[in-house]
């Protein structure tokens, strides 16, 4: 089936440190999406990817969907303390897969004033 | 902002009852969604809706689960008899269309099951 290895799996960084993270496959996704999840919340959607090689930011945050279609990264600048939290990758498989999101299992980010 | 709601935020049930987990989903969305994540866990599929039908499940949606929209607005979740192994938080998501658009989560229930 299709799966997504995310890494790392936790980040402990100092305020203002830049953080990056990744999400790998052996087949391909047609979309890639990172969500932020809050202890006891919901996934929020943070940056939506819908073509290999395109590359998008979202204030503090920038993400790239790989020309493979296989990976995906996403990077945040110049951490702050409330950018705690687990960040998940997702992404729709081909249509022939079926329809649902499939997620990486997520990095846990630690920011220490 | 128009978002997905749930409720009830925490859901206490004892071995072997049902439990219902209601969802609003954004009104202009087609398809429907519940995944579920146990604690510490990733996220997992469970089910998706689409035209008043499942169009798929995870081999964890398995005959204890049903989902239904009784009205225009609710999209709920039933857990016929549940197992300790279903206490997680379910999530209700929903999207305008399916594979090429973002899906919005709702904020969860947390299910114990005891």
């Known amino acids: 089936g299709q799966q997504l290895n995310q890494s790392p799996q ?79 990758c997702a992404g729709h498989p081909p249509r022939e897969y079926g329809n649902k999101l499939v997620f990486g299992a997520g990095t846990i980010l630690r920011v220490k004033s | 902002e128009p978002e997905v709601t749930q409720t009830p935020s925490h859901q206490v049930t004892q071995m072997g009852q049902e439990v219902i987990l209601r969802c609003v989903p954004i009104s202009n969305h087609l398809y429907f969604y519940w995944y579920r994540q146990i604690l ?10 689409y035209n008043n039908e499942i169009s798929e499940k995870s081999e964890i949606f398995d005959d204890q689960f049903s989902v239904e929209r009784p009205d225009g607005s ?41």
């Open chain 1, 10 to 88: 936790s980040m402990f960084i100092q305020e203002g440190e830049d953080v990056s993270m990744n999400c790998t496959s052996s087949s391909i996704f047609n979309t890639w999406l990172w969500y932020k999840q809050d202890p006891g919340e919901g996934p929020v959607l943070l940056i939506a990817l819908y073509k290999a090689g395109e590359l998008t930011s979202n204030g503090r945050l920038t993400a790239q969907f790989g020309i493979t279609r296989k990976d995906s990264f996403l990077n945040i600048s110049a951490s702050i303390p409330s950018d705690v939290g687990i960040y998940f």
């Open chain 2, 74 to 114: 609710n999209f709920t979740l039933k857990i016929r008899s549940t197992k300790l192994e279903d206490s997680a938080m379910y999530f209700c998501a929903s999207s305008v269309v399916t594979g090429v658009t973002e899906a919005f989560f709702g904020q969860g229930t947390r299910l114990t099951v005891v």
């Open chain 2, 40 to 49: 510490g866990q990733k996220v997992e599929f469970l089910v998706s809706f």
